[in-house]
């Protein structure tokens, strides 16, 4: 089916594990973002990537990592995963930086960190 | 610096209008977005304005006054599917055009 899809939905992880968060999108979309969203914060960008093997940081980009060798995959790895880093997290892709219609997000994944 | 200022929660009765208003500063001013978010779903686009005035679609309307750095979103004749958070994002061309999201407004529609 077309869309934004990540996987898994619900993870539950422990303390110094990797975790890698998967997004995947069918449109062909240059632009891919990871976000996360906490109670009472907004949504806060972690990396975002303009093409296929270009990454840039955002806000909130310590402790993740992120890599993107295919432009409809981009997955998001906690490399040591922190009680911190509990949250939820959405893929989002968008066509252009300059759309109308903004950009389109996944179902989000919800990470616990025990 | 990049700030954007909304209501934390907000209530209102089925079949009436309720106004959620969104101030924000940011340097490059490049449009702003507004997004729906049912509890335990992704953002849903909802809006877009780049220019002054009041755009409608069906039962949303929403505002701009770019002088003012302000911002709403209008909702008529409410419906119990309208309780969600409702999330101002102004873009910012001095941030590489992305999106800046405020913490958003739950609104809570009421029998």
């Known amino acids: 089916d077309a869309g934004i899809t990540q996987s898994p939905r619900y993870k539950i992880t422990e303390t110094g594990r990797q975790v890698t968060l998967m997004c995947h999108q069918t449109?062909?979309?240059?632009?891919m973002f990871w976000y996360r969203q906490d109670l009472g914060h907004g949504l806060r960008l972690i990396y975002y990537?303009?093409?296929?093997?270009?990454?840039d940081k955002g806000e909130v980009p310590d402790g993740y990592v992120v890599s993107r060798s295919k432009t409809e995959n981009f997955p998001l790895t906690l490399e040591s995963a922190t009680r911190s880093q509990t949250s939820v997290y959405f893929c989002?892709?968008?066509?252009?930086?300059?759309?109308?219609?903004?950009?389109?997000f996944g179902s989000g994944t919800r990470l616990t960190v025990v | 610096g990049q700030n954007i200022d909304q209501p934390t929660e907000m209530t209102a009765t089925e079949g009436a209008i309720v106004q959620i208003n969104c101030t924000y500063q940011?340097?490059?001013?490049?449009?702003l977005f507004w997004y729906q978010q049912h509890a335990g779903e992704a953002p849903t686009f909802l809006s877009y304005?780049?220019l002054d005035g009041l755009e409608e679609k069906g039962r949303f309307s929403s505002f701009l006054s770019r002088s003012k750095g302000y911002s709403y979103l209008l909702l008529k004749e409410l419906q119990m599917k309208d309780s969600a958070s409702y999330l101002c994002?102004?873009?910012?061309?001095?941030?590489?055009?992305?999106?800046?999201w405020g913490a958003g407004t739950k609104l809570i529609i009421k029998p």
């Open positions: 449109w062909s979309h240059s632009y």
């Open positions: 989002a892709s968008s066509e252009s930086m300059g759309v109308s219609y903004g950009y389109t």
């Open positions: 994002a102004p873009r910012d061309m001095d941030s590489n055009y992305q999106l800046i």
């Open positions: 304005n780049v």
């Open positions: 990537s303009a093409a296929a093997d270009i990454t």
């Open positions: 940011t340097s490059g001013f490049n449009g």
